[in-house]
C-alpha cells in the first residue's frame, strides 16, 4: 500500500478559507442562510454575499459548518474504469477467504469501510475510502470514493474485475500476493495488454475487431477514437550533440464526431503516419433486444506500451415508446455487470489472436 | 418525378480489394441482419441493392388506453452505385434517407479497418460546368449567403425563369459570398432537366435528360474531392 506522504485529513479552516468558500458559487444561499440561523441569526437575502462572508468568518465554527460546506463544495466522485484479471492457480476458495479477511482488517484499520459479500464462491469487496487532493480548495481537499473488486469464479480459475484506479489495483495486488504466499504453485496472470504487439496496425485491430466482433451486440458507431504515435526514442549510444530530438511531433490526436472510423482524416493517420488507436468510444446495442443503445469506452492507460486495459460503459439510452431516446442515463448495475462479462472475455480473446497474428 | 442523389468518394486498405467482389459475396442470407443484391451493371457503374433489417414499433391500446408497443421486423433497403472515375472509387446513393449509417457501417464491416469514405460536396458550382455537356444551361434559382458589411451577413435568394447572369448581377459585386444552393434548367437536343445543386451535396434531377446530367456531375467529382482534399491539405 503507497504511504500517504501529507496528513489524513483536515481538521481545521482558517478564516480566509471560510470567507473564501462562502463566496463561491457552489454555496447557496439557504446554505448561507441555513449557518446564520444556527446562531440565532437572521439574515436578509439583499444582503451582499461578501458581506456575509466576511461576517461569517470572524465567528467560530465547528466541525459541523466545516461539513455543510464541504457538503456544497464537494467533488462528485465520477463513475471510474474497470479493469479484470484472468487468474489460473487458485484452488481453494478457503485460502481466497482468509486472505480477504487479513485485507479487511488492514483496511479498517486505515479507516476505510470495507463490505463483502459471497455468493457461492463469487466474492465481492466494496471499499470505502478517502483520497486527499491538496491542489484543490480547503473545503474540497478530503474526497470519500468508492472501489470495489470482484472475484468470479470461471471455468479455468478466477476473474478479477475491479475499478481501475492506483487504491483498488494496490488492494487486489496484495490480495493476490497473499494467495499465492499460501498456494502451493504461482498463480498465472494473463492481463489485457499488447506490450509485446509492437505493430501499429495490429494495435489498431485490437479495438476494430473489440468493437465490431463483441458477441451478441452490433456496433452502431464509433463517436470518438484517440491515435497515438509515441515519440522516436533517441539513440543512447550518442552524444547529446549527435543525437538529435525530432523537431515536430504530435503524439496523440482525439477525433470526435461521427463514424470516425471511416473519416478519411482517421484512416490517413493509420496508413500513412502510422498512429494507431489507444482509446475508443463507441455506442452498441444488442442484436436480440429491445434496442436500447450502450455507449462504451474502452481504453489503454499507458498508450506507449498499451498496458493497462480498461473499460466503462458510460452511458445508456433507455428504450421509450418502443424507441431509444436521445436522453442518455446512468447505467444499473445489471447493465455493467452484462457489458463487463462480453468486454472481459472478447478483450482476451481478440487479444490472443492479433498476438497469435503477432508471431506469424 | 425527381430523384435526390449523394456521392461519397472511397478508398479501400488494399489495392487488390474489389468492392464489387465483397458486395456480391455479402447477399441476403437468413439470419443476416444485411445484405447486398446486384441490380445492373455497365462499364462505368455497377448497381447494387442494399437490405437491411429494421424494426418498426406498432402502438396499441388496451381498453383503458394504456398504450402497448409491438415490434415487428421489417426490412429497408437504398441502391447504390459504384463508380469508377480516374483510379478514384465514388459510391452514388439514390434517395439517400436521412442517413446512411446502416449502410456504411455494413461497408466498414465487410472491408474492414481503412475503409474511409467522403461526403461530397458542392461549394462552387456554376453554369459552366453543364455548359459543355449540353446545348443550354440557365441558372434559374440561386441561394447565397454573402458578407456585406462588417458584422453583417446577408442570406439572398434569386429566382428568374430566363436565367441569372452571375456576372450582369450587381447586388453580388465586391460582395464575399458561399452558394448554398443553385438551381439550373438544362437543354440538349430538344430533351429538358432541371437540376439543383446543394451546397451539403444533395442533388435533385428531374427530367428527361437526368441521366445525362448524372454523367456531367460525376465527370467533375474527381476535380471536386480532389481540390477539397488540397485544401485541406
Redesign the interface.
Known amino acids: 500500500m503507497k504511504k500517504r506522504s501529507q496528513g489524513p485529513s483536515l481538521y481545521f479552516a482558517s478564516d480566509k478559507n471560510i470567507f473564501d468558500a462562502l463566496n463561491q458559487r457552489k454555496v447557496d444561499s439557504a446554505t448561507v442562510t441555513k449557518l446564520f440561523e444556527d446562531r440565532n441569526i437572521i439574515v436578509s437575502p439583499k444582503t451582499p454575499r461578501e458581506e456575509l462572508a466576511r461576517y461569517f468568518a470572524r465567528l467560530n465554527h465547528d466541525f459541523e459548518d466545516h461539513q455543510s460546506i464541504a457538503a456544497r463544495l464537494g467533488v462528485a466522485a465520477r463513475r471510474e474504469r474497470i479493469t479484470s484479471m484472468e487468474v489460473v492457480g487458485i484452488s481453494d476458495a478457503d485460502a481466497l477467504v482468509l486472505a480477504i479477511q487479513n485485507i479487511k482488517k488492514g483496511r479498517e484499520e486505515e479507516g476505510d469501510v470495507i463490505q463483502i459479500t459471497r455468493e457461492g464462491n463469487n466474492f465481492a469487496l466494496t471499499f470505502q475510502y478517502t483520497t486527499i487532493d491538496y491542489g484543490r480548495n480547503e473545503f474540497s481537499q478530503v474526497q470519500t470514493r468508492d472501489g470495489i473488486v470482484e472475484l468470479l469464479e470461471s471455468g479455468s480459475g478466477y476473474t478479477i474485475r475491479c475499478t481501475q484506479n492506483d487504491y483498488v489495483l494496490s488492494v487486489r495486488d496484495i490480495l493476490l500476493a497473499s494467495v499465492e504466499k499460501a498456494a502451493a504453485q504461482p498463480l498465472t496472470k494473463t492481463v489485457v495488454s499488447l506490450f509485446d504487439v509492437p505493430d501499429a496496425k495490429l494495435r ?2 485490437f479495438f ?1 475487431r473489440l468493437m ?1 466482433d463483441l458477441p451478441d451486440y ?4 464509433v463517436i470518438a477514437a484517440y491515435v497515438y504515435k509515441p515519440k522516436p526514442e533517441g539513440d543512447k549510444n550518442l552524444d547529446e550533440a549527435e543525437d538529435n530530438e525530432p523537431d515536430t511531433h504530435v503524439e496523440k490526436v482525439t477525433m470526435k464526431g ?2 470516425v ?4 482524416v ?2 490517413q493517420l ?2 500513412d503516419e502510422q498512429y494507431y488507436i489507444t482509446k475508443v468510444v463507441w455506442t452498441s446495442s444488442k ?1 436480440l433486444s ?2 436500447a443503445i450502450y455507449e462504451i469506452e474502452a481504453t489503454f492507460e499507458d498508450p506507449k506500451d498499451c498496458t493497462g486495459f480498461s473499460f466503462i460503459l458510460s452511458g445508456v439510452f433507455p428504450v421509450e ?3 431509444p431516446t436521445s436522453r442518455k442515463r446512468a447505467p444499473q448495475s445489471s447493465e455493467i455487470d452484462e457489458i463487463s462479462r462480453a468486454i472481459d472475455a472478447h478483450s482476451r480473446h481478440v487479444m490472443s489472436v492479433i498476438k497469435l497474428e503477432a508471431k506469424k | 418525378m425527381s430523384v435526390r442523389y449523394r456521392w461519397y468518394r472511397i478508398r479501400l486498405p488494399r489495392k487488390d480489394l474489389d468492392l464489387r467482389r465483397l458486395l456480391l459475396g455479402n447477399p441476403m442470407r437468413e439470419g443476416s441482419t444485411f445484405g447486398f443484391r446486384r441490380m445492373d451493371g455497365t462499364s462505368e457503374a455497377d448497381t447494387f441493392r442494399f437490405l437491411w433489417r429494421v424494426s418498426v414499433v406498432l402502438t396499441r391500446f388496451s381498453e383503458d388506453y394504456e398504450p402497448t408497443y409491438e415490434r415487428l421486423e421489417s426490412w429497408n433497403f437504398v441502391d447504390l452505385s459504384i463508380v469508377r472515375l480516374s483510379r478514384t472509387q465514388f459510391l452514388r446513393i439514390e434517395n439517400p434517407g436521412r442517413n446512411l449509417r446502416d449502410l456504411m457501417n455494413a461497408l466498414e464491416s465487410i472491408v474492414g479497418l481503412g475503409f474511409s469514405c467522403l461526403p461530397v460536396i458542392f461549394d462552387t458550382v456554376t453554369p459552366d460546368d453543364f455548359s459543355e455537356g449540353v446545348d443550354e444551361a440557365r441558372l434559374v434559382g440561386f441561394k447565397v449567403v454573402g458578407v456585406v458589411g462588417e458584422d453583417l451577413v446577408a442570406r439572398m435568394e434569386f429566382a428568374s425563369k430566363n436565367g441569372i447572369d452571375l456576372k450582369a448581377m450587381s447586388l453580388l459585386k465586391g460582395v464575399r459570398y458561399k452558394v448554398d444552393a443553385a438551381v439550373f434548367e438544362c437543354s440538349y437536343r430538344g430533351l429538358r432537366g432541371q437540376v439543383s445543386i446543394a451546397a451539403g451535396g444533395t442533388v435533385r434531377l428531374a427530367g428527361q435528360l437526368t441521366p445525362r446530367l448524372i454523367h456531367l456531375i460525376e465527370k467533375k467529382l474527381p476535380s471536386l474531392t480532389n481540390k477539397s482534399h488540397a485544401e485541406s491539405e
Not at chain 1, 452490433?218 to 458507431?221: G, M, N, Q
Not at chain 1, 472510423?261 to 478519411?264: G, L, N
Open positions: 489498431s485491430q476494430d465490431n452490433k456496433r452502431l458507431d461521427v463514424g472510423t471511416r473519416s478519411e482517421f484512416n493509420l496508413k442484436v429491445a434496442g415508446g418502443g424507441k
